[in-house]
């Protein structure tokens, strides 16, 4: 371009109108562990578990039931029930927060296991990944940039477990869920309300600090750490008003939601959520975290198929998701829900 030439436009692709979520698939390990297996492992009561979490037994990963396995598996569950190939999916989106892999990433190693030729990244906002990915997904589709985006979930808690801490190991399970997002003339994703708490970062992480390991300050496998209460309080104090910008943004009234589908972290948080959004008792309330635990960045994909699969809400009625956890962070959004589904085996 030569001095005084007016600069060529940028063209842009067009998007699409709106997005909406085509198709659900799921991975759940076949390992079943109960509260009686747990109190093997840490002095507890099967009462105690249940009483301060709702958590009755939670799925643990084997060792051919790796981060791959599960994501592919949910995946082509996913695939399968939208009628769609690996080859139709422009990019992957893939969210945890146990891959420990920095390149290449699960969703490099997940684009090829499929056959999809489109981009792939791997996004970690802990137990709050799901919904910052559909988002992510929603922008893409709406923004032109792909037409239909796999997004998937999947976690081995277990991998951060310390079986000896009796505050955290037996929260935690593991798991995939997977969607294809895809265009649809009448919007299937709302506006999403997402956020970061990073100054209270200490109430969850996993140590030893990747800070702390660059500067090789510190080694050694790593492990989960949670100050419970803390986490507890944040949870029931903000993630009331975080619904509610969701429903807002979406001009969606709560009476008019069939389901509420929040992370899958504790019972006593859902519960104390659902009063103080005053959600009316018409509206089911997922609670797949008494059979599954707190898969983290699954849970939501995981509670979705199980509020279909159990008949409570059907595909295309109205759900609100909140995900929220380590970080801290949080992303919540109205949606249809998926429109097929394969339930787990
Ligand atoms: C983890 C959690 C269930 C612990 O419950 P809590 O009421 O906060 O428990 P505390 O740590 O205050 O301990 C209370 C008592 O129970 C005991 N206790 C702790 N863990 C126990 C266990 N697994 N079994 C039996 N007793 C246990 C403690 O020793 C303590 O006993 P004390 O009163 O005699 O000292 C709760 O803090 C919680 O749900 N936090 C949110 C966690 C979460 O969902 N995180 C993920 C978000 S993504």
């Given at each position: 371009m030569s001095a005084g030439e007016a600069r060529p436009e940028i063209r842009i692709a067009p998007g699409a109108a709106g997005s909406t979520l085509l198709s659900l698939g799921v991975y759940r390990p076949s390992r079943v562990v109960d509260n009686a297996e747990i109190c093997t492992m840490i002095d507890s009561t099967d009462e105690w578990i249940q009483q301060r979490s709702g958590i009755r037994e939670r799925r643990w990963a084997g060792p051919d039931e790796s981060l791959l396995v599960m994501a592919e598996h949910a995946s082509r569950q996913a695939l399968g029930a939208a009628g769609l190939?690996?080859?139709?999916?422009d990019l992957v989106l893939l969210t945890t927060m146990t891959s420990f892999s920095t390149t290449p990433t699960a969703a490099n190693l997940l684009q090829a296991a499929i056959g999809s030729q489109g981009g792939a990244l791997e996004m970690n906002?802990?137990?709050?990944g799901f919904p910052y990915a559909l988002a992510v997904a929603d922008q893409a589709v709406r923004g032109g940039s792909a037409r239909h985006v796999l997004v998937v979930g999947v976690e081995r808690m277990t991998d951060l477990l310390d079986l000896s801490d009796r505050g955290t190991m037996f929260l935690f399970g593991d798991g995939a869920g997977a969607v294809v997002v895809g265009p649809s003339d009448s919007p299937g994703i709302g506006p999403v309300a997402w956020g970061s708490w990073?100054?209270?970062?200490?109430?969850l992480d996993v140590a030893p600090l990747l800070g702390d390991v660059v500067r090789g300050e510190a080694t050694g496998d790593p492990v989960l750490r949670m100050k419970g209460q803390s986490v507890f309080r944040w949870a029931v104090t903000e993630m009331p008003r975080v619904g509610q910008q969701a429903l807002d943004a979406a001009g969606v009234k709560g009476e008019q939601l069939a389901a509420f589908v929040p992370h899958q972290a504790n019972t006593r948080i859902i519960d104390a959520m659902v009063k103080a959004m005053a959600l009316p008792p018409e509206v089911v309330v997922a609670d797949d975290v008494r059979w599954t635990g707190n898969t983290s960045a699954a849970s939501i994909p995981l509670a979705m198929e199980h509020v279909l699969r159990d008949g409570k809400a059907a595909p295309g009625d109205l759900a609100l998701l909140v995900g929220f956890g380590g970080g801290l962070s949080h992303a919540a959004q109205v949606v249809a829900l998926p429109a097929a589904y394969a339930p787990a085996p």
């Open positions: 190939q690996g080859s139709d999916i906002s802990a137990c709050a990073g100054e209270q970062a200490e109430a």
